[in-house]
């Protein structure tokens, strides 16, 4: 699976777009970019995945470059329960979207959100 | 989503001696995974535990120190055995879930060792 990198922290206001990059640039044509975040003490979350194209869910939008070589989660409307660590992994999944295997954590992005 | 129970959620325990760590799936899976989470640390996969076979353990991880079962398609425990202080972290196991929802986790197992 390609490695990705990310910043180590972030700080973001109460309310403001939070704003979470991820360079992964030895991404190959069939490998995912899934997005999880962890808050203190908890099990990781999953947040959202793509391929290629922008998507969004209740939770987040997830943005992939063109080049798929990079990405960013937005959490549109940052709150202070979405203080958390955000891992950006990458890894494959088959022809028919069925992922399988493990699932390779760099050391994520610390995400603070204050008043 | 699957829904994990993991249990203990955390545990006291002396050295040399050994934890049994349980993971119950509310629906059948193929593979389950156990982590290692080290305290300020990521995540780190310990091995694969597919039911009826061995499970495949990661490079630095062995089967005499972490030792795993699955008896069957909802279930799987990890032992960490012999404890040392070094093995103080928190445990996790995860499932793969249908492909909209991504893997999901248990709440983890935090070990103490002294």
């Known amino acids: 699976d390609a490695k990705t990198t990310q910043p180590p922290s972030m700080d973001c206001a109460e309310g403001r777009a939070a704003n979470l990059p991820c360079n992964h640039s030895t991404i190959s044509g069939n490998e995912y970019v899934y997005w999880y975040r962890q808050i203190h003490s908890q099990g990781p979350q999953y947040i959202i995945h793509g391929l290629k194209n922008n998507e969004t869910n209740e939770m987040a939008s997830l943005i992939i470059t063109e080049d798929r070589k990079s990405s960013t989660l937005i959490l549109p409307h940052a709150t202070l329960r979405d203080t958390a660590v955000y891992y950006c992994?990458?890894?494959?999944?088959?022809?028919?979207?069925?992922?399988?295997?493990?699932?390779?954590f760099g050391q994520g992005t610390i995400l603070t959100v204050h008043p | 989503s699957a829904v994990i129970s993991q249990k203990p959620s955390r545990d006291i325990c002396q050295r040399g001696t050994s934890l049994t760590i349980q993971c119950q799936v509310d629906s059948q899976v193929t593979m389950m995974f156990w982590y290692r989470q080290q305290p300020g640390q990521s995540l780190t996969l310990i091995a694969t535990?597919?039911?009826?076979?061995?499970?495949?353990?990661e490079s630095g991880f062995v089967i005499d120190k972490f030792p795993i079962s699955r008896p069957n398609l909802t279930f799987s425990t990890l032992t960490v055995s012999n404890m040392s202080p070094e093995d103080s972290s928190i445990y996790l196991c995860?499932?793969?879930?249908?492909?909209?929802?991504?893997?999901?986790f248990g709440s983890g197992t935090r070990l103490t060792v002294v």
């Open positions: 535990a597919n039911q009826g076979s061995e499970a495949t353990y």
């Open positions: 992994i990458v890894r494959v999944a088959s022809a028919g979207g069925t992922s399988y295997g493990k699932l390779t």
């Open positions: 995860s499932v793969e879930g249908h492909w909209i929802y991504g893997y999901t």
